[in-house]
Nanobody, 116 residues
């Protein structure tokens, strides 16, 4: 089992920045991929970015060049630095990890609101 605790959501103006953090605990040695999804009202939950144990990253086209995903040295915490925020980035952001058995674990979600 893996437990995920997210922090860092909130409100920002267009063009602003926010940083999300997600700390994993439990069976962290089994984690292979960590990432972030988001879900806006009335829309599906979509991948924002992920990073594997080798540091390889993958981003949704809509956030490329604006968001940066990273992991700490222990690989138990994942971060999402969000710059040049747009109103379309407003959503609930969910941390997720995939373990060696391809099981997905989800955080509780954190709200990000971008408005003027």
């Amino acid at each position: 089992q893996v437990q995920l605790v997210e922090s860092g959501g909130g409100s920002a103006q267009p063009g602003g920045s926010l940083r999300l953090s997600c700390a994993a605990s439990g069976s962290i040695s089994s984690i292979k991929v960590m990432g972030w999804y988001r879900q806006a009202p009335g829309k599906e939950r979509d991948l924002v970015a992920n990073i594997d144990n080798g540091g390889r990253t993958n981003y949704a086209d809509s956030v490329k060049g604006r968001f940066t995903i990273s992991r700490d040295n222990t690989q138990a915490t994942v971060y999402l630095q969000m710059n040049s925020l747009k109103p379309d980035d407003t959503a609930v952001y969910y941390c997720t990890v995939k373990n060696a058995y391809y099981r997905l674990y989800w955080g509780q979600g954190t709200q990000v609101t971008v408005s003027s």
